[in-house]
């Protein structure tokens, strides 16, 4: 893809969901596949189709009562298996924490890197990051909610690699800001900063998307509206 991709349509969230393979049964079934954890099920299908029932039973239940309170027995029930059939996936919350966090950390990278591999230019890049981002985290929605909100109930290691997950995307915006820097697009700022503001943006998206529908946004409004605001303090004169 060329400069020229700034005019082109962008792909509707639903292409876009279906390319990466965003959703929680595509994403338990990748986790099963790459055989980090204590996951004991012989079948890949079966193991993927219960570890999404454990996914998004830990989702609802911490959504309505917090991720400190549940227990597994009730995380067992929620998803329909009994203590026993739990343990053949998971030895403890904190484990569950860390599949989640870790697979959303690997499916953004993957998603950005796929994205900006087809996109040339700073401002190009940098609209085409924006709105893989918003996609992946309106797909995913209850999966980044989860660990945002719980990030300070985890366990140490997993709180600290929750930031890292957090800086390494600032990352992606901050080296788009230098090119663009570089390439005379951007005024001179510090790109770190700058990233941060962007990212703040990007995150509010799900963690306030009532008031942004309330106010008539739905998720390619918000991605327009983050894209002109980024662009506005990037440009604007000092």
């Known amino acids: 893809m060329t400069a020229d991709a700034a005019s082109e349509p962008v792909p509707s969230l639903r292409r876009f969901a279906q390319r990466h393979e965003l959703t929680t049964t595509a994403l338990c079934a990748q986790i099963v596949a790459d055989g980090e ?101 309106e797909a995913l929605r209850d999966w980044f909610f989860f660990l945002y909100m719980e990030a300070h109930h985890l366990a140490a290691p997993r709180r600290r690699e929750a930031m890292a997950m957090e800086r390494a995307s600032e990352t992606v915006l901050a080296d788009i800001i230098r090119a663009g820097q570089a390439a005379g697009h951007y005024r001179a700022l510090a790109p770190e900063p700058a990233a941060g503001l962007i990212k703040a943006m990007l995150q509010d998206w799900y963690l306030k998307r009532r008031k942004h529908s309330d106010r008539g946004l739905d998720v390619d409004a918000y991605a327009a509206m983050v894209i002109a605001a980024a662009e506005a303090h990037l440009t604007a004169e000092p």
């Open 37 to 137: 954890h204590s996951i004991s099920v012989r079948k890949p299908a079966v193991a993927a189709d219960n570890l999404a029932r454990i996914v998004g039973a830990m989702l609802r239940l911490a959504n309505r009562s917090g991720f400190a309170g549940m227990t597994l027995r009730e995380l067992a029930t929620a998803s329909g298996l009994s203590l026993g059939g739990l343990y053949a996936y998971i030895r403890s919350k904190d484990e569950l924490a860390q599949i989640v966090q870790r697979q959303i950390g690997r499916t953004l990278h993957r998603v950005l890197d796929d994205t900006l591999a087809e996109v040339a230019g700073p401002r190009e890049r940098l609209a085409a990051a924006v709105h893989a981002h918003i996609y992946v985290t």
